[in-house]
């Protein structure tokens, strides 16, 4: 997928997206994109300081940690 000021054109379903949202047809942000990482990590790291004590984001953290696959439980 590539941005809306690049070579390729936007996905239907970003077209549709944009709109739900009001969203002018050129901005150069993708909104169907999913976060990298990073962001993941930034976005987390948000979280637990705006709610440290949060019982939804600990239930999360911990079925995340049970359902990931068999040799990577230690990896960060």
């Known amino acids: 997928m590539t941005s809306?000021?690049?070579q390729g054109g936007i996905s239907r379903k970003e077209r549709i997206a944009r709109t739900a949202l009001g969203m002018p047809a050129?901005?150069?942000e993708l909104v169907?994109?999913?976060p990298?990482?990073?962001e993941w990590k930034?976005?987390?790291a948000w979280?637990?300081?705006?709610w440290p004590n949060d019982e939804y984001t600990?239930?999360?953290a911990q079925t995340w940690r049970l359902d990931r696959p068999p040799g990577?439980?230690?990896?960060?």
């Open 4 to 6: 809306a000021g690049g």
């Open 26 to 28: 050129g901005h150069p």
């Open 32 to 34: 169907t994109r999913k």
């Open 36 to 38: 990298g990482r990073a």
């Open 42 to 44: 930034q976005l987390t």
């Open 47 to 50: 979280l637990a300081e705006l």
């Open 58 to 60: 600990a239930i999360v």
């Open 72 to 76: 990577t439980q230690d990896w960060r």
